[in-house]
């Protein structure tokens, strides 16, 4: 029997037949992680606005970073749905500055040195990506360029061997703490998709320069940074796969990022669940509990419901990812759907607690302002919606 076609094991979340024993031994140790290293120690991070980088170097010697990446490098060579997992789970700490920051590390930028690299860019930076050492981050978004990445400006010119790069990136997770950075650059004239490269950039290469750290209104243990490069002068060696196909290689790992970014968007729904569920059936009001109350159980109960059905179809697309079918259109849904479920719950949640959930400090409403960007980071929802739509029919 094949390990895609493997019984999988009973969770106290619900046996789903779309993950195995292993996926969900994953998943018992990442929450474990989670209560005992994250929860207890959080809210400070939140307070500096960064997570500490001894957190990701414990993460990393517990095999968590490398999850995906073969096991020559340290790796436990898993699949798509460890993934999700991983991001599910992340999800639930409550802290989506904590979880955005381990996923765009794992899920959003390390890949493009693990899919596309070069052997000598692997044997350099892989085995410090799985253990934590080196912390990576990806550079898209520039000010008038964000979910068109063919609009970019940042521009590499040649000269002789060497690459010169010039520009600006914003709105960068982990561009503070990144050491390694995949960028998106224009290196041809021809225009379009055909002219953007991935190329590596180390932290202290001169010209390159964290010119500031964003101040957010959620993920707030997330950094984000706005970078300049400044006739950042680095080998050709450093393009990542071929010069100019940056633009396909960011689209390919879109539908790994989106799938991701869904699942961490379910466990947050999950977690503001159980947090209202908690608060009603103990909350007094008009000689009973709030759970007494028809209403407040019903909107519950529909919450609950909704976001069942968006995990099982998160779990399923993993799957089908894992048997190396094509996810496009069912991936944009899950951005699209998922991105707007978790804004539901959230403020739904929020709302049975009352003013208690709206004092600063509270779980639900730092989640509540940390779901605002599952509906913009990624791919925008509308953006999401336009490629389910182009897909209809197919």
Known sequence: MSELQSRPASHGNGTSPFLSEEHEMLRDQVRRFVEEEVKPHADAW????????????????????????PERWGGSAMDERASVVLAEELGRS???????????????????????????Q?????????????????????????????????????????????GTKHFITNGVLADVYCVAVKTGEQGGSRSVSMVLVEKGTPGFRVARAFDKHGWRSSDMAELVFDEVRVPVENIIGEEGRGFYALMSNFQNERLVLGAQAIGECEAAIALALEHVQSRKAFGGTLWDKQVVRHKLATMATKVAAARAFVYETAWRAAA????????????????????EVTHGCLQLFGGA????????????????AHAIGGGATDVMLEEVAKRLGR
């Open 46 to 69: 939140e307070v500096a606005g960064a997570v500490p980088r001894d957190v990701l170097r414990r993460m990393g010697a517990l095999g968590f970073l490398g999850i995906r990446y």
């Open 122 to 166: 692997k044997a350099r930076w892989m085995r410090g990506i799985i253990d934590g050492s080196v912390i990576t981050a990806v550079a898209i978004t520039e000010p008038a360029a964000g979910s068109d990445v063919k609009g970019i400006t940042c521009a590499a010119r040649r000269e002789g061997g060497d690459l010169v790069i010039n």
């Open 357 to 372: 959930g709206y004092m600063t400090g509270s779980p639900i409403e730092r989640m509540a302002r940390d779901a605002r």
């Open 94 to 120: 409550t802290y989506g500055g904590f979880a955005i920051t381990v996923l765009d590390h794992t899920d959003m930028a390390s890949v493009h040195i693990a899919n596309s690299g070069s052997e000598a």
């Open 324 to 343: 190396g079918q094509d996810c496009v259109r069912e991936v944009s849904m899950i951005k699209a759907l998922c991105g707007e479920l978790v804004l």
